[in-house]
């Protein structure tokens, strides 16, 4: 019999989440039967779309949704041998019983000298997020100008590099000097920090002073209505989240788009990963290439214990990591 730690939402989410708002909880596991296996998670993914996800999705008392590294320790189905890692969906949890369908295993080509944590990251949702982001919403084309905000997060320092790769010209704004200074480091051609620069606007304008033909926006709210007036004519926008207006406990009134989008004949789109599960094998394969060959940088923000799950949660959302926030159990 294993026993398993799991946190519970405990109290849905008012304005911005709380350590009250979880709770840690023991569960007793039962043994498995023919068919099942056995796994302990070894890394656990902290991001965005947890704060409403779990408003719309989750009740009080329930586990916290969020995906995992996780390695088989007892297995009763062929099809996994005891010590293999996986990827698993299976939330806030140390050990979980799975049959096996709803596994991940991670690319046959993975180096043993690579972090596994990546498959949260850089070759994982994130990574696919900017990886189909780029190519399928935004549709960059070599010589364009793309612009990402949150660019030094899991998903934005994918984007730039992506962007690069693909012979673009890169912009990127970050919430400190030193996420900043990571951004030129990995080949961002120009990048600001957002809070400290006078008028947002005008930094926008001095980066690329003939506007941008791609927005990657994980932002949302004041800074992505500013931007809307920059773009070039035809250009795309991909919306993948809105972070800065997750937290709010009110919906902000903002400006409206439709004018810019009149005159500029603009393309906006929002989309979730998901809508590309039959090609993750094809995108994943491509960002292992390049983290292997160099050509993708990576950075992660690794929280030890899964103690402090919620802390690193709410450090996410404060925007405190760089790269990618995970959890080591």
């Known amino acids: 019999m ?12 008012e ?24 796994l302990e998670s070894v ?15 989750m009740k009080e008392g329930d586990i916290m949704i969020g995906t995992q590294v ?21 939330g806030w949890r140390t050990h979980f019983i799975s049959d096996g369908r709803d596994l991940r295993c991670l690319p ?79 080949g961002f051609d120009e990048a600001f920090n957002y809070k400290t620069v006078t008028s947002l606007y005008e930094a926008l304008h001095k980066a690329s002073p003939d506007g941008y033909d791609c927005f990657f ?28 207006q997750y937290n709010d406990s009110m919906p902000k009134k903002g400006p409206y788009v439709q004018i810019p989008m009149v005159s500029k004949e603009l393309q906006m789109e929002g989309f979730l990963v998901t809508r590309w599960n039959n090609r993750w094998e094809e995108g994943l394969n491509a960002l292992l290439k390049w983290v292997v060959e160099g050509k993708v940088q990576y ?10 799950m919620p802390t690193a949660f709410i450090g996410m959302l404060r925007g405190e990591n760089l790269g990618k926030a995970v959890v080591k159990v």
């Open 299 to 308: 950075h992660e923000q690794v929280t030890e214990g899964f103690e402090n």
């Open 43 to 57: 890394f656990l993914s902290v991001d965005p779309y947890m704060r409403p996800y779990s408003q719309r999705d």
């Open 217 to 244: 926006d994980n932002v949302g709210g004041e800074f992505a209505s500013i931007v809307i007036n920059q773009m070039k004519k035809y250009g795309r926008i991909a919306v993948c989240g809105a972070i800065s």
């Open 108 to 186: 046959s080509s993975w180096p043993e000298s690579l972090p596994k944590s990546l498959a949260l990251g850089t070759v994982g949702m994130p990574g696919l997020t900017a990886y189909f982001g780029l190519l399928e919403v935004c549709k960059m084309k070599p010589g364009e100008t793309v612009l990402v905000n949150a660019a030094a997060g899991a998903v934005g320092s994918v984007v730039g590099q992506l962007a690069k790769i693909g012979g673009c010209k890169v912009v990127g704004c970050a919430g400190s000097d030193y996420k900043v200074a990571y951004l030129k480091k990995i």
């Open 70 to 90: 996780a390695r088989i320790v007892e297995s009763k189905n062929p099809a996994f041998t005891v010590g293999a890692f996986v990827v698993a969906g299976s």
């Open 2 to 13: 294993v026993t398993a730690k799991v946190w519970v939402l405990k109290k849905h989410f």
């Open 15 to 38: 304005g911005f989440p709380k350590t009250s708002d979880f709770d840690l909880k023991k569960i007793e596991l039962p043994n498995l039967k023919n068919g099942e296996l056995l």
